[in-house]
């Protein structure tokens, strides 16, 4: 399966540099990326997303996630857009390269293109996706303070 994994590293090159380009970025206005669990004094839980003030509902304290410095928030939000980034160019990159497989070597090269989508479905991306939970988990933390 030597061809089979010649997608991964061309899709890791092909998108890196976790700039923007013209990827699942804005879906509307201010409030981008995954909601924030608020955690509140009283120990009631809530979800807002970023720049919205969320109002406790069972103490009435006001959580305001502006105070979460915007460059943090979008660090988070970047190493989510690049694993999608990767998702996607990963399934791009398989079309691709056996698409082209397919034209150059041998139209059978098609039939191991399925193959190579259940790998990057079942093997790669749960990886990844496992990775961007540990980096939300250790860097997205913030203490708000009650308004
Ligand atoms: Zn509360």
């Known amino acids: 399966m030597a061809r089979g994994s010649k997608a991964f590293p061309s899709a890791g090159s092909g998108a890196r540099g ?33 720049g919205e003030v969320w109002t406790c509902t069972s103490c009435g304290r006001r959580w305001n996630t502006r105070q979460i410095p915007e460059a943090d928030y979008r660090r988070i939000i970047d190493h989510l857009r690049w694993f999608k980034v990767q998702a996607i160019g990963g399934v791009g990159s398989i079309v691709v390269v056996f698409g082209s497989l397919a034209l150059v070597v041998a139209d059978r090269m ?4 399925p193959f190579a989508m259940v790998l990057w479905g079942l093997w790669f991306l749960p990886r ?20």
């Open 18 to 50: 976790r700039g923007d380009g013209p990827v699942v970025a804005s879906r509307k206005g201010a409030s981008f990326g995954p909601p924030i669990t608020i955690r509140c004094d009283c120990a009631e839980v809530g979800y807002v997303a970023y």
């Open 110 to 113: 098609i039939l191991l293109m």
């Open 128 to 147: 990844r996706r496992r990775s961007f939970r540990d980096i939300a988990r250790t860097q997205a933390t913030w203490n708000l303070r009650p308004e």
